[in-house]
């Protein structure tokens, strides 16, 4: 064990002494950052803008003047939310013998840059005619949710006075009704649903980039040393299963260092998050509490996890012959952790479906579905057990399995040697 401590306080100085973990480390919290406060940023900086419409109205009433005053509310939003568009509306009535013409003076008016759209309300709109729309803006989601807002609660009243419907009571009526989600056996809140799920996804992303990036490391350092045959002095004083244990926990120390240094960087983003969002008249929605037997879940299954894929992906090191090589047995080392990527969606709609049990009881998978699937759900405490103590053996055979193809591999030159030849290795190793 003191030797493979050695080999671990090697690599762990090595990886963080690299330009990649020191660059890493620095620009990682400020690429979350970017994610984060950069839509923001961009939605101030961009604004809503300002949009000219015409409003021609068929109907011979005061439904135009109703969508104008909407956009007109809309339009006084702007001064508080940045990303609002400020609407300058004209209202034009019109007949159905003069549409055709109306609508050709307007798109004049739009090519020659005086207007940027028009907005047609037909005579049999509040029987069931669509609006039609038509602009250079036709395409901004900011321009066009407050033209459909508009127009819906201005059709929508016209219809309630038309059926002597009191508006008051009809919006007391429809008002929506507050539901608080609880997880059993807890009197607080658990948070909206959406996102949970989004904690939850965060989660999975986290553990399946962070197994592919410090697990590969491994295969890139092992089969580098293989090449330079540095391996055969370093085995002559030091067992292989020694020497592949000391690579992988020191490798694995150093992502863990980097993902803490990553996670107390965001800890602290989030706590000043309402703060920051304040500055750009931006608001934060509630997060949900995050029990921490989710906490627990994401740092067993993403240490466990990189165990059992780092001893894949030093076999395959040891296996492959060139770096080209290496990347073609990549695949298959991924393969697993692809389809629990997968999952995610069979999560989001059932957490509690067979499907998703198997996935969680699965090794090569749990590491993805488990950590998400008690982001969103309770898991009943014999099948988080039974993952649990199906993880570890799954490892320690793995660890076993890989040692025997490492100890032979490594010392292996020339073509890359086949199914048989590693079947023979792991009998004979």
Request: proline content about 4%; cysteine-free; charged content about 15%.
């Amino acid at each position: 064990m003191n030797r493979a401590w050695v080999v671990i306080k090697r690599e762990f100085l090595e990886g963080v002494r690299t330009k990649m973990f020191i660059i890493g480390t620095l620009f990682g919290p400020l690429i979350m950052a970017l994610f984060i406060v950069g839509p923001v940023l961009l939605a101030g900086a961009t604004g809503g803008g300002v949009a000219r419409i015409t409003i021609l109205d068929a109907t011979g009433g005061e439904l135009g003047q109703s969508v104008a005053t909407s956009l007109a509310a809309a339009s006084a939003r702007a001064s508080t939310d940045e990303t609002q568009t400020v609407f300058h509306t004209r209202v034009e009535g019109i007949s159905p013998e003069t549409e055709q013409a109306k609508v050709g003076d307007t798109r004049a008016e739009i090519n020659a840059g005086k207007l940027d759209g028009y907005l047609l309300l037909p005579a049999g709109i509040l029987k069931g005619d669509g609006a039609i729309y038509e602009g250079n803006n036709a395409s901004a989601m900011s321009v066009t949710r407050e033209i459909d807002r508009a127009v819906v609660s201005a059709v929508r009243e016209q219809r309630l006075d038309q059926a002597g419907i009191p508006r008051d009571e009809l919006t007391q009526i429809l008002a929506s009704v507050p539901v608080e989600k609880r997880r059993l056996g807890s009197e607080k809140a658990a948070g909206d649903a959406q996102l949970a799920i989004g904690v939850g996804y965060f989660i999975l992303f986290a553990v399946y980039m962070g197994v592919i990036m410090y697990g590969s490391a491994v295969g890139r350092g092992v089969q580098e040393e293989k090449r330079d045959r540095i391996v055969e002095v370093i085995l002559s004083s030091i067992r292989a299963r020694d020497f592949m244990a000391g690579k992988v926990l020191g490798i694995g120390a150093t992502g863990l260092l980097q993902m803490g240094i990553w996670a107390l960087f965001g800890v602290v983003l989030m706590s000043q998050a309402h703060a920051i969002a304040g500055m750009f008249h931006a608001q934060v929605p509630a997060l949900p509490q995050i029990p921490g037997v989710v906490v627990f879940n994401f740092l067993f299954y993403f240490i466990t996890g990189y165990f059992l894929y780092g001893a894949l992906f030093a076999a395959a090191g040891a296996i492959a012959t060139n770096s080209q090589e290496l990347q073609q047995l990549q695949f298959p080392v991924l393969l697993p952790l692809i389809v629990g990527f997968l999952f995610m969606l069979p999560i989001i709609q059932n957490p509690s479906s067979g499907l998703v049990v198997v996935g969680s009881l699965i090794p090569f998978t749990a590491p993805l579905v488990v950590p998400m699937r008690s982001a969103v759900v309770d898991i009943p405490l014999g099948q988080w057990l039974a993952s649990i103590v199906l993880m570890i053996a799954t490892i320690i055979a793995m660890i076993w399995v890989a040692a025997k193809v490492y100890r032979v591999g490594v010392l292996s030159t020339g073509k890359r040697p086949t199914w048989a030849e590693i079947m023979r290795w792991l009998r004979t190793a």
